[in-house]
């Protein structure tokens, strides 16, 4: 666009005034937490005692203990059924109710969270009054509400995955002996492994950060992360919340550095591979094409 | 026409069974209402590199993968060996397949690509192994074998292709455009490579090409298809020589067509009164059909003479400007146009200017065109 010319200043300082918008409150939220003084607005000095007093609260080890229990299961069930859902979006061409299928897949994405929740809670309810079961609310509700959501995020991934991958790698493998099943699990699901990885983490991190739907489908005793950091602000500021806040964003970024540096190595790998290929292919072909010393060289 | 018994033979030279192997009968595929594949028959005899040529979009495609069973036909039989494969799915059928894109897995190594067909039918380890270092000899890839796709070039993914489908010793190979990925170089010393392999290994292999050179190289016989119809079927000389309608004619190499109706018809010399020509066009054969019929001859480019001296009307004869000359070392392509308009191409060997001590022809000149009248093909459609 600007062909390679330098940014105009005026554009430069709205650029930063956009990124200071951003990221000032993160970086004062991370300084902050090392505040030692009670007040969350004045500055009492470095310390590291709500680090501590973190550690020693149990109501928040208990969240973030079934935070992380939840959302390691509702990523796992929503992997499971999103990626099958996104197989059939992509590989079983038009069928019946085709459309109304998709679009019911996608929906969770889109509906607001609170008509969700609530729909869910009622269903809960319901099903409570007939069947006697789930007996309680926590642990299953939530984990079956956050899958829900998490599935259409799973299956939208998974699914443009494989419309990028060749048909005829599916075929080929039909073609020498396996069936469809087998295919699945040798061919298929090794080629969008990626895409699931990616649909797993997403769905942690939203899990993880789900508040509404929570707030809903949680009972006595089953209170998450999220829940804890809400309900203690409506309380007050707590400078305990902003160490809690401070870990996590430096957990998530060591995270997605290194999933960065694992994808780009990986990248780079494939791409100097594809490099020697070509060269190897552009030299000249010894006399026989290579037969003679190849198979003296075999492994 | 010749009906393609006449001995084929492949470069090799490889016996070549007279015995139909896989037959072809009335295969018919609809998409919606338009025929893919229209009422196709086609007989192969073992040991044969058949080849299917058609531009893009003709069925041969479609044809190819009901053969593999991709696709169910929507009529017809086909039968391999005797067992009719027709409703087989294509993981039972002896068939394999290269596919265009080579379909390579890519989170396998060479190794393990060409082993996949050989574990799905459950052969003991020790024969996986000696059958796959079979294979990566005869396409001379043993030291490649613990290589990903992606890091072998596209020649090399070509025969790790290849030793794939091969590696089940298939009843039948179906090879997809089997160089249409590599670029033109390549592709014309991996052609004879090709061949060599397939000899080596004696497969009986039907390709599809849309590349009328490759398939004239590699092929024993070749079908023609268009709009969904096989048009003919032989030798690529029997092709070439006598195609059976204007669209074989001017798909296999460049002709010259004379559009006309008969107006002598004896046994031993036809006369068609062209417009285009300006004149008639004498045949030293008879033909089947009443006066008056609307044919047309064709006349290959190399059989179209051309002199200066001075011009007596007489058949198989005009005379006209040259309008271009396309110089090609050896030979030269001149483009002579007739008082009619029509634009007739002549190859003439640059020698034969030099032999009769002559300055070749330049452009405008008028000169004349002639043939011999026992070389003309007359076609009826």
């Keep these: 666009m600007y062909n390679g010319n330098p940014l105009p200043k005026t554009l430069k300082g709205v650029l930063l005034l956009g990124f200071l918008f951003l990221y000032v409150p993160i970086v004062s939220l991370i300084i902050y937490s090392f505040n030692a003084s009670k007040l969350v607005t004045v500055w009492g000095g470095f310390s590291t005692r709500w680090y501590v007093s973190l550690i020693q609260n149990d109501q928040i080890i208990s969240a973030v203990t079934l935070s992380i229990k939840i959302a390691l299961a509702s990523a796992t069930a929503a992997v499971v059924l999103g990626t099958i859902a996104g197989f059939v979006l992509a590989r079983f061409g038009r069928f019946r109710g085709s459309t109304l299928f998709a679009g019911m897949m996608t929906a969770p994405m889109v509906m607001p969270e609170v008509i969700t929740g609530l729909s869910m809670l009622l269903l809960f309810i319901s099903m409570q009054q007939f069947f006697g079961q789930p007996s309680e609310r926590g642990f299953f509700t939530i984990w079956a509400g956050h899958t829900t959501l998490c599935m259409a995020y799973v299956a939208v991934v998974v699914r443009s995955r494989l419309i990028e991958i060749d048909k005829s790698l599916e075929e080929a493998a039909m073609d020498l002996g396996a069936r469809p099943m087998k295919i699945f699990f040798l061919i298929t699901l090794p080629l969008v492994s990626q895409a699931i990885a990616s649909g797993f983490l997403l769905s942690i991190t939203l899990s993880l950060d789900d508040l509404v739907t929570t707030s809903f489908l949680s009972g006595p005793g089953a209170t998450t992360l999220p829940m804890v950091i809400f309900s203690k602000v409506r309380l007050g500021l707590n400078p305990e919340i902003n160490a809690l806040a401070a870990i996590t964003v430096l957990l998530v970024g060591i995270f997605v550095l290194v999933a960065n540096y694992l994808m780009l190595s990986a990248q780079r790998n494939r791409m100097r591979a594809m490099a020697a290929a070509m060269r190897e292919n552009d030299a000249p072909a010894p006399p026989g094409n290579g037969a003679g010393g190849a198979v003296a060289t075999a492994p | ?381």
């Design chain 2, 1 to 381: 026409m010749m009906d393609a018994v006449a001995q084929p033979k492949t470069a090799a030279g490889a016996q070549v069974d007279e015995k139909p192997y896989l037959q072809i009968a009335g295969i018919v595929k609809k998409f919606g209402d338009h025929f893919a594949v229209d009422h196709v028959d086609l007989t192969i005899r073992r040991h044969e590199i058949f080849a299917l040529l058609g531009s893009s979009g003709c069925g041969k495609s479609t044809l190819l993968r009901m053969l593999a069973g991709m696709e169910r036909p929507t009529a017809g039989k086909i039968i391999l060996d005797g067992q009719d494969i027709t409703a087989l799915a294509p993981y039972d059928r002896p068939i394999n397949m290269m596919f265009q894109s080579y379909a390579l897995f890519p989170h396998m190594t060479v190794e393990q690509n060409i082993a996949f067909g050989l574990k799905q039918d459950r052969l003991p380890k020790d024969q996986i192994a000696a059958r796959v270092t079979e294979m990566l000899d005869l396409v001379q890839l043993r030291k490649f074998a613990s290589r990903k796709p992606y890091q072998l070039s596209g020649g090399q993914q070509q025969r790790v292709a290849l030793a794939r489908s091969l590696a089940k010793r298939p009843k039948l190979l179906l090879l997809d455009e089997p160089l249409g990925a590599l670029d033109k170089k390549l592709r014309q010393q991996t052609q004879l490579e090709l061949v060599n392999t397939l000899e080596t290994v004696g497969v009986t292999c039907i390709m599809v090409t849309h590349d009328q050179e490759e398939a004239m190289t590699m092929a024993s016989r070749i079908g023609i298809m268009s709009e969904g119809r096989l048009l003919q079927v032989g030798t690529p000389t029997e092709i070439y020589d006598f195609p059976n309608c204007r669209f074989t004619a001017e798909f296999i190499g460049e002709t010259n067509i004379f559009g006309g109706q008969v107006v002598v018809d004896e046994p031993h010399c036809v006369e068609i009164e062209s417009a285009e020509l300006g004149g008639r066009i004498q045949i030293d054969h008879g033909i089947t059909g009443p006066k008056g019929m609307q044919v047309w001859a064709s006349i290959r480019p190399e059989d179209v003479r051309l002199d200066r001296g001075e011009f007596t009307p007489a058949p198989n004869a005009a005379r006209g400007k040259i309008e271009d000359i396309a110089y090609l070392g050896s030979y030269s392509i001149y483009h002579v146009r007739l008082p009619s308009g029509k634009v007739v191409k002549s190859v003439v060997p640059s020698s034969r200017w030099y032999e009769a001590g002559e300055e070749p022809p330049t452009w405008g000149e008028s000169v004349n065109i002639r043939w011999r009248p026992d070389l003309p093909v007359v076609l009826t459609m």
